[in-house]
């Protein structure tokens, strides 16, 4: 197979999550072992892949708007190979074939690990090919990835979720939470440190239910202290994190940890206790504060980041409020806010008191003004500080300046010195601090 398809030139479309973004870079790792070699020039493409998302439905009508732009293509190329993948291919499978008939094979969340088998099968064939598995036959491991940067790396720890938050798709496309073997996670990223990468992401839907599924009390905890052990690796993240599974284990590893950073992104979605059972979060705020109090006594010198849904139906302007409030109570470092937006198939979708998408931009608008004060003041405490940064590069609007992250993930802008290497640690001094981003000078270099 090595011999007719080398030197085939490939572009892969990634939507969604970051657990897509993996996903894709092992498709590309896959399809290099077989000789493809990537561009960017789609008219230049022997293979096209699209890797869906579809948590909302205003994605999922891009991206089939982007699968009809490469009909075009095809038609200039009828050798063309289009595939489609991700969570949108898992949960249409083949209305896809249906709504584009250009499309020549649609792939699987849980197939990922088949596709230079699928693409020798479409090859010989000549006919489309539809794998799409309701579950995993078995985690695969061994797949080969091809990692965007040098310097940071995503290695997924599980797969699934098993939460059914009410407004929420993934456990439909994603099937329930499977672990990965341990000692499978230590050797890629033992390997991925001698390759020279400085930091890893641990992803996961649910990262604190790591272990659950063969019946371990404290996995995730455990995980954290073997990772914090390998010796090639200067940084440790993992996301997301569930408010309802994260505990007291995971907040001592992280206190007594070396590498794992200071930064809890755990997604509230409501300061509302009646739209958070609606939502079937599992939690109230009344847990959720003192899970953060928690926090703050073991690690006081951590950034804790959260995620809200604004509009979601039955959610009153009094209720509302009760977010704003909570806001102003825990002071987040950053929240990733967004509009309730109607997912086909989810509970939420067909629940009574939706909320009109004017209210919804009204109090995004609003929850967005109360967090970015907060924001800002918490930034304007570290000005004179010097932290620890991980140089990732140039930045993107100034080339005369290099980006980079503190250790609670705040982005840092710093003027080039010149002898600065992607991938290294160095210290700066803030002197001045804005709601996003933090500026300041190398210190002591």
Known sequence: MQDTIQSKRMSVLTYGCQMNEND??????????????????????DLI??????????????????????????AVNPNLIIGIAGCMAQKDRDEIFKKAAHVDFVIGTHNVHKLTELIAEVENKKDKVLA????????????????????????????????????CIVPYVRGRERSRPMEDII?????????????ITLLGQNVNSYGKDDKQ???????????????????????????????????????????????????IQSGSNRVLAKMNR??????????IEQIRKKVPQA?????????????????????????????????????????????AATMPDQIPLAEKKARLQALMDVQNTISLEI?????????????????????????????????????????EQVGQLLSVKIDHAQTWVLKGKLYNY
């Open 187 to 199: 050797k890629e990223i033992e390997q991925l440190g001698q390759e020279g990468f400085k930091e």
């Open 379 to 419: 930034n304007k405490q570290l000005e004179g500080s010097v932290v620890e940064v991980l140089v990732e590069g140039p930045s993107k609007n100034d080339d005369t300046k290099l980006m980079g992250r503190t250790r609670t993930n705040k982005i840092i802008l710093w003027d080039k010195q010149g002898p």
């Open 132 to 167: 799409v598995w309701d579950q995993a036959e078995r985690l695969a491991e061994d797949v080969p990835a091809v990692h965007k940067g040098k310097v940071s790396a995503y290695v997924p720890i599980m797969y699934g979720c098993n939460n059914f938050c009410t407004y």
């Open 282 to 291: 599992g939690y109230t705020t009344e847990y959720y504060t003192k899970l």
């Open 303 to 347: 950034s804790i980041t959260t995620d809200i849904i604004v509009g979601f139906p039955g959610e009153t302007e009094e209720l509302f409020l009760e977010t704003l409030e909570f806001l102003k109570t825990i002071r987040f470092d950053a929240a990733y806010t967004f509009i309730y937006s109607k997912r086909s198939g989810t509970p």
């Open 49 to 74: 892949m699209i890797n869906t998302c579809c948590v909302r439905e205003s994605a999922e009508q891009k991206i089939y708007g982007k699968i009809g732009e490469l009909k075009r293509l095809k």
């Open 24 to 45: 894709s870079e092992r498709f590309v790792g896959q399809l290099k072992s077989v000789g493809y070699e990537l561009t960017d020039k789609l008219d230049q493409a």
């Open 217 to 267: 009390e404290d996995g995730f905890a455990q995980l954290l202290a073997r990772v914090d052990q390998v010796e090639s690796i200067e940084r440790i993240r993992y996301m997301t994190s569930h408010p309802r599974d994260m505990n007291q284990a995971v907040i001592d590893v992280i206190c007594q940890s070396k590498k794992i950073c200071e930064q809890f992104h755990l997604p």
